[in-house]
């Protein structure tokens, strides 16, 4: 395909957005990126280091010592994502993290250096890059937007069944919990809440497989080509 474009899946918290834009990465040969993990991330940095992420001063030091990079891992085939040079694309997927991520991510500084590198990663096009405001605000051109949603039910049960594998503990209530908190954060903090961009077309899941997912997006990608 000679024409590279740019993919941006947003949407609510576990509607698969980030398996979509595996998959769909995967057909067409593009790069995939996952913009949670670079906020997942900085949350991680921020916890270990007792940054007080309340004071702008010690968010800006902060924010000076973070490398974020993403690598590719021909074992699994995918890409990973490492916080100055360490391989945290497992630990930023703990409860832990899931928990304050959402207030992490309201920062004002925290989204200016998170977005000014997908704008990076994206320059060359052929991506797809799932977040909360990628087709609102990191491309607000992209040539295909997709906004994922689903039923509560539905995203809570997928989600509680990935967390109990690793944490036996975990009860459906905390994910439910977890999931509804993130969801009201994302969409009412200031800086690019979570939004439908309007030019972006809606897929909801609810009662689709991954396959039938992938076909939908596929076929919005070959109108474009
Ligand atoms: O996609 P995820 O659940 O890994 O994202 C973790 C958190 O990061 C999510 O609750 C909100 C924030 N986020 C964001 O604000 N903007 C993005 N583009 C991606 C994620």
Request: proline share 1%; charged share 25%; with cysteine.
């Amino acid at each position: 395909m000679a024409n590279k474009i740019i993919i941006t899946i947003d949407g609510w918290s576990s509607c698969g957005k980030s398996t979509l834009a595996r998959q769909l990465a995967g057909k067409l040969g593009y790069t995939y990126i996952d913009s949670g993990a670079m906020y997942r991330a900085i949350t991680l940095y921020f916890l270990r280091n007792h940054v007080d992420w309340t004071d702008n001063s010690e968010v800006d030091a902060a924010l000076k010592n973070i490398g974020i990079e993403f690598r590719f891992n021909e074992k699994v085939q995918q890409s990973e994502i490492y916080l100055n040079g360490e391989n945290v694309e497992y630990v930023i997927r703990d409860l832990v993290i899931a928990e304050k991520v959402s207030d992490v991510a309201a920062i004002a500084a925290v989204r200016s250096f998170a977005v000014a590198q997908q704008q990076k990663l994206g320059e060359q096009k052929g991506i797809v890059m799932d977040g909360r405001d990628i087709g609102t605000t990191v491309f607000p051109h992209a040539e295909l937007k997709i906004f994922m949603t689903a039923d509560i039910a539905v995203r809570v049960e997928r989600r509680f069944k990935e967390f109990v594998e690793k944490n036996p503990n975990v009860t459906l209530e905390e994910v439910k919990n977890n999931l509804e908190m993130r969801d009201y954060i994302d969409s009412h903090r200031e800086v690019s809440p979570l939004r439908k961009a309007s030019d972006a077309i809606v897929l909801d899941n609810t009662n689709l497989n991954m396959e039938e997912q992938l076909e939908i997006a596929l076929n919005l990608v070959n109108e474009l080509l």
